[in-house]
């Protein structure tokens, strides 16, 4: 490639002058999206391990609520659940910030996974792990919570460590309704300056955001795989 040629690639994707003038609004665009990613890492698997609790009771009107609401949340793009509920929702008198809807929905989505995630985990729990706890005089619920849930834990964590960087990664879905997240900065940016210069700094600011994610999360899968014999 010749001198001039890289000259004008730096020039359209590395311009020092709109680096500089941009620089900050891609910052707070990454503060939003790791404040919304936050929250729906905890929230979402904090859910759904609480439906995957109650689920474990085996009651079957709750349970067949949980697993509609479960194979819904799963089979909705999130994109059209943002549509339907910000631009829909007001339609009935309800309206909610950009920030909550974008939350909620990655949140509900995040959940509905990790339920079934770890539902698999305590399902794949062997029945004989059940009846040694069971025959020590430990309850249903302590059974559950102190022997099943840890076995089940160690079994989920490279499938939920997985799906959660993938729906946090959503976050860049919060710009068709306005959230600054880093998308949403850095298209406004391009817009204004008429250079992709923003977008490669978006670009540059998911790798920094999500690459130590991947790796703790290949660390996680690591640290917590079951030993072969």
């Keep these: ?10 020039d359209t994707f590395f311009k020092a002058s709109v680096i500089d003038k941009y620089l900050p609004s891609i910052a707070s665009g990454v503060i939003i999206t790791i404040q919304i990613a936050g929250l729906v890492v905890v929230t979402g698997i904090g859910l759904g391990l609480l439906l995957a609790l109650v689920r474990a009771y085996r ?3 709750i349970n067949v609520l949980i697993v509609v609401l479960v194979d819904m949340f799963r089979a909705l793009p999130p994109l059209v ?25 990655l949140m509900l989505v995040l959940a509905a996974f990790a339920e079934e995630i770890f539902w698999a985990g305590i399902t794949a729990t062997p029945k004989g792990q059940w009846e040694a706890a069971r025959s020590t005089g430990l309850g249903f619920t302590q059974t ?4 099943v849930m840890p076995q089940a834990a160690r079994i989920t964590i490279p499938p939920l460590t997985n799906r959660t960087i993938a729906i946090t990664k959503n976050t860049a879905l919060g710009t068709v309704i306005g959230v600054p997240e880093i998308l949403n900065q850095a298209t406004t940016a391009t817009s204004f300056a008429g250079s992709a210069t923003p977008l ?4 540059v600011a ?24």
């Design 1 to 10: 490639m010749q001198p001039d040629r890289w000259s004008i690639f730096l």
């Design 59 to 61: 009651i079957r009107a």
């Design 81 to 105: 659940l943002i549509l339907v509920i910000y631009f829909g929702l007001p339609n009935v008198g309800i309206a909610l910030p950009n920030f909550v809807v974008l939350w909620l929905v």
């Design 144 to 147: 559950l919570v102190f022997v």
């Design 200 to 203: 490669m700094m978006g670009a």
């Design 206 to 229: 998911y790798l920094v955001l999500f690459i130590p994610v991947v790796i703790f999360g290949r660390w996680l899968e690591t640290r917590f795989a079951w030993k072969r014999a």
